[in-house]
């Protein structure tokens, strides 16, 4: 049950435990802080979880909520059936008729030394999650509790606990260090979980965490970026820059801009007049684009 339940809250989303549990126990903080405190304690065995649900239920008289008090696998008992079974060399095989898919029949392979099952539904495959049809083949054969082999690490509370031993301590035998290192992890989620949103006790593992940093780590330097290239190449920088970067060429054609009036009558006057065949006059223009010329046209 512990299992189930740990699934549930995991999967579920919040509008769904409203409508299980009901809105008013899901605004009352007190009763969500313990619901949670109890599903996510990684420390209860299932007997101290099952008695510490059972005085959840019985302190706010939910023994009437059926989702809470008695959460089943009903799916796998009341919406399939068995058609046929057939066994050969310690491997039996389900014709399970499931009625939710229009009376559809899956089959499932078990074989019963190893528990392994495999439908062909494919739910397990594609999600992580252990379908309707296995569970009923399981409880077919008087299987009690659900295989390891089918609850995926990711659906657990202990799924965001990472591994911290660097690979290549494998190599190097070191297993007491890896043990070690994952220990503390898991410590050191576990006090973060414990200590929660009590600012008063937040504050005191900071001061424990800095005086721990302070007396036992060494002091570290801040590295400049001057530093850090010079660290990267394996050499100083030198005092004095001999070679200096080549200018840059424009070869990409000439630049064009818009030239002011006084560039354009600075250019002209460096121009020498000649005779425009249309005025008569010595000027900076021709015959081609001379004023009168259009003025005749």
């Known amino acids: 049950m512990l299992r189930t339940i740990t699934a549930i809250f995991l999967t579920d989303s919040v509008s769904v435990r409203d409508l299980w549990i009901g809105s008013v126990l899901c605004s009352e903080k007190e009763f969500l802080d313990k619901i949670d405190g109890i599903v996510w304690n990684r420390y209860y065995e299932p007997d101290e979880f ?38 050969s060399e310690g491997v039996k095989t389900y014709g399970i008729k499931d009625k ?17 099952a495999e439908c062909s539904c494919k739910n397990f495959q594609r999600i992580g999650i252990i379908c ?6 399981l409880k077919t054969e008087d299987v009690v509790c659900i295989p390891k082999h089918f609850i995926m690490r990711r659906w657990t509370k202990d799924a965001v606990h990472q591994k911290t031993c660097n690979p290549s301590l494998s190599d190097q035998g070191s297993d007491d260090l890896k043990s070690n290192l ?14 929660g949103c009590d600012n008063q006790l937040i504050k005191d593992l900071l001061d424990v965490i800095r005086n721990f940093k302070s007396q036992k780590l060494p002091e570290t330097t801040h590295m400049s970026k ?21 200018q840059q060429a ?21 121009r020498h007049p ?24």
Not at 103 to 108: C, D, G, K, L, S
Not at 276 to 291: A, E, G, I, L, Y
Request: charged residues 30%; glycine residues 4%.
């Open 274 to 297: 000649r005779k425009c065949r249309v005025c008569n006059q010595m000027v900076n223009h021709d015959s081609r684009n001379c004023p009168d010329k259009k003025n005749k046209c």
């Open 50 to 87: 099952e008695v510490a649900w059972k005085q959840l239920i019985d302190e706010y008289d939910l023994q009437g909520n059926k989702w809470l008090a008695d959460i089943e696998i009903y799916a796998a008992c009341v919406l399939c059936d068995v058609c046929t079974i057939s066994e």
């Open 132 to 137: 309707r049809h296995i569970f009923l083949a």
């Open 182 to 195: 994952n220990e503390l992890w898991m410590e050191f989620n576990g006090l973060i979980k414990c200590v």
């Open 226 to 246: 001057t530093d850090l290239f010079e660290k990267l190449i394996g050499s100083p920088r030198p005092s004095e820059i001999v070679v200096q970067p080549q």
């Open 100 to 116: 939710t898919t229009m009376n559809r029949t899956f089959t499932v392979i078990h074989n019963v030394l190893t528990n392994n």
């Open 250 to 270: 424009k070869n990409k054609g000439s630049g064009k801009r818009l030239k002011s009036d006084r560039e354009k009558i600075t250019e002209q006057a460096k």
